[in-house]
Structures are given as structure tokens and as C-alpha cells.
């Protein structure tokens, strides 16, 4: 059984900002369940009950549409070194767009980005921490350089342009409510 928690103890920051991985899962009230992976230097523990982190352009957009219909998510750490940890933050979360302050004023937070989306913020309304006994060691070896390198040849420009076509909707038709309508 997994122990629960009120906030982010200071340990437990510490092993967040060690991984190289997490991932996000939303849903909207029907339609398809999303989890997201998500690398790079995107996430950032704002307090004990805060945090945010830096959603990079994709092929599809599918937490900001669940967002907009239903603001629960969940973030979940796995330590594929070291001592077994599952880490769950659970809680409410908010999408800033790039017509927002909150995005530009989060933004600063993580380093530049020519694919930076959106910026989402999440209060946490419970931490949970759990054996992760059968999680498998894995070595980290490298970033990935693929999606950074693929913004800046595209440039900002041509990276909207693919917002219109890619992640308007999600793959339910949900409207994500990138472009301020």
C-alpha cells in the first residue's frame, strides 16, 4: 500500500528533480484516458504544493483539450536507479497559453525553447509514494535532441502553422483552446 502525503517533503523534491522522465495522465469526463511521457528540462517544483512544467509542441495536444474539459491530473516519477520509488502527484491543474501572463512569467523558469506550447500549473491535493519494487533499473544515457532540433528548423512561425493543423483538437475532437478564439 502506498504511503500518502500532504506536500512535497524536501527528499522528495530532490528525487523529482533528478529524473529524466515523467509522465502526465489526464481525461476529460468521457472520451479517451491520456498518459503523456514527458523528458528534457520541463519540470519545476514551484512549493511544496506547486508545481509546473513546460509542455513542448508534439504530434498531438491531448492534455490541454482534457484540461480545458476537466482540470485532474496526474504526474507520476519512477526511479529506474537507485532505491525503488513510484512518486504520484495528484491534484488541479491550469494551462497557460502564450496569450497569457502566467505562461511568459513560468517560461523564464526552464531553458529556451523554440516548441514551448503551453505552461501548466498544478496544485497538489495529495503526493503519494509507493514501493516500485518491479520497476525495472534502466541507465540513462542521453537527452533526445530530436524535437528540440526539429522546433528550430522550423522556426516559430511554421511551428503555429502546425499547431493549426496538429493540435487544435484532441483525438475525441475536444477543442485544447491553443489559439485564443
Same mark, same amino acid.
Request: aromatic share 12%.
Given at each position: 500500500?502506498?504511503?500518502?502525503?500532504?506536500?512535497?517533503?524536501?527528499?522528495?523534491?530532490?528525487?523529482?528533480?533528478?529524473?529524466?522522465?515523467?509522465?502526465?495522465?489526464? =481525461? =476529460?469526463?468521457?472520451?479517451?484516458?491520456?498518459?503523456?511521457?514527458?523528458?528534457?528540462?520541463?519540470?519545476?517544483?514551484?512549493?511544496?504544493?506547486?508545481?509546473?512544467?513546460?509542455?513542448?509542441?508534439?504530434?498531438?495536444?491531448?492534455?490541454?483539450?482534457?484540461?480545458? *474539459?476537466?482540470?485532474?491530473?496526474?504526474?507520476?516519477?519512477?526511479?529506474?536507479?537507485? *532505491?525503488?520509488?513510484?512518486?504520484?502527484?495528484?491534484?488541479?491543474?491550469?494551462?497557460?497559453?502564450?496569450?497569457?501572463?502566467?505562461?511568459?512569467?513560468?517560461?523564464?523558469?526552464?531553458?529556451?525553447?523554440?516548441?514551448?506550447?503551453?505552461?501548466?500549473?498544478?496544485?497538489?491535493?495529495?503526493?503519494?509514494?509507493?514501493?516500485?519494487? =518491479?520497476?525495472?533499473?534502466?541507465?540513462?544515457?542521453?537527452?533526445?535532441?530530436?524535437?528540440?532540433?526539429?522546433?528550430?528548423?522550423?522556426? *516559430?512561425?511554421?511551428? *503555429?502553422?502546425?499547431?493549426?493543423?496538429?493540435?487544435?483538437?484532441?483525438?475525441?475532437?475536444?477543442?485544447?483552446?491553443?489559439?485564443?478564439?
Amino acid at each position: 500500500m502506498g504511503k500518502g502525503l500532504a506536500h512535497i517533503t524536501p527528499e522528495l523534491k530532490k528525487f523529482i528533480e533528478n529524473q529524466k522522465i515523467f509522465f502526465v495522465g489526464t =481525461a =476529460a469526463n468521457e472520451g479517451t484516458v491520456n498518459i503523456s511521457p514527458k523528458g528534457t528540462d520541463s519540470f519545476r517544483v514551484i512549493s511544496e504544493t506547486k508545481i509546473v512544467w513546460l509542455n513542448l509542441t508534439g504530434s498531438g495536444n491531448e492534455t490541454a483539450a482534457h484540461l480545458a *474539459k476537466n482540470n485532474r491530473m496526474t504526474i507520476m516519477f519512477c526511479a529506474f536507479e537507485g *532505491k525503488p520509488m513510484i512518486l504520484r502527484l495528484y491534484g488541479v491543474s491550469k494551462i497557460y497559453h502564450e496569450r497569457d501572463s502566467e505562461f511568459h512569467e513560468y517560461l523564464e523558469l526552464f531553458p529556451e525553447n523554440v516548441g514551448s506550447r503551453q505552461v501548466i500549473e498544478m496544485d497538489i491535493g495529495l503526493v503519494q509514494i509507493s514501493c516500485g519494487y =518491479a520497476v525495472p533499473f534502466m541507465d540513462f544515457k542521453e537527452e533526445r535532441t530530436t524535437l528540440n532540433t526539429w522546433a528550430v528548423k522550423q522556426g *516559430k512561425a511554421r511551428i *503555429k502553422d502546425y499547431w493549426k493543423d496538429k493540435n487544435t483538437e484532441s483525438i475525441d475532437g475536444f477543442e485544447t483552446q491553443i489559439f485564443d478564439d
